[in-house]
C-alpha cells in the first residue's frame, strides 16, 4: 500500500527556515492531491498547503507569502519550503495523499498520511 513518509523536522529559532519532505512509495506523486497539515496537541488536524496533479498550489492566509509548496514527480517527493518561521508555526507537520480532493483543508478528504515531523520554533 501507499506509505508516506516525512523528513526535515527539526527545532529553529524564530526568523529561521526548514525544509520538510516527503517521500511517496508505490504509485506516482503525480497520480494524487497532496497536502501539507499540521497539528497541535488538543487541536484540530489544520490545513497547510495543498498541490494539485497539475502543480497548482493553494495556502492557509496564516503562511501564505512564508511557505512554498512543491513537488519532484522524478523523485516522488513533496517539499514544504518554510520561511520566517514564527513561533505559532509550532506543530507535528503530516504529509497526505488524496485520490481527489474538493476541499483541501479537509484531512478527511486525504486516503493516506505520513507519520508526521515535530518542527519547533522558539
Known amino acids: 500500500h501507499v506509505q508516506l513518509v516525512e523528513s526535515g523536522g527539526g527545532s529553529v529559532q524564530a526568523g529561521g527556515s526548514l525544509r520538510l519532505s516527503c517521500t511517496v512509495s508505490i504509485y506516482s506523486i503525480g497520480a494524487y492531491c497532496m497536502g501539507w497539515f499540521r497539528q497541535d496537541p488538543g487541536k484540530e488536524r489544520e490545513g497547510v498547503a495543498s498541490?494539485?496533479?497539475?502543480?497548482?498550489?493553494t495556502y492557509a492566509g496564516s503562511v501564505k507569502g512564508r511557505f512554498t509548496i512543491s513537488k519532484d514527480v522524478a523523485k516522488n517527493t513533496l517539499y514544504l519550503q518554510m520561511n520566517s518561521l514564527k513561533p505559532e508555526d509550532t506543530a507535528m507537520y503530516y504529509c497526505?495523499?488524496?485520490?481527489?480532493?474538493?476541499?483541501?483543508?479537509?484531512?478527511?478528504?486525504?486516503?493516506?498520511w505520513g507519520q508526521g515531523t515535530q518542527v519547533t520554533v522558539s
Open positions: 498541490i494539485d496533479r497539475g502543480g497548482s498550489t
Open positions: 497526505a495523499a488524496g485520490h481527489s480532493t474538493m476541499d483541501w483543508t479537509r484531512p478527511s478528504e486525504y486516503n493516506y
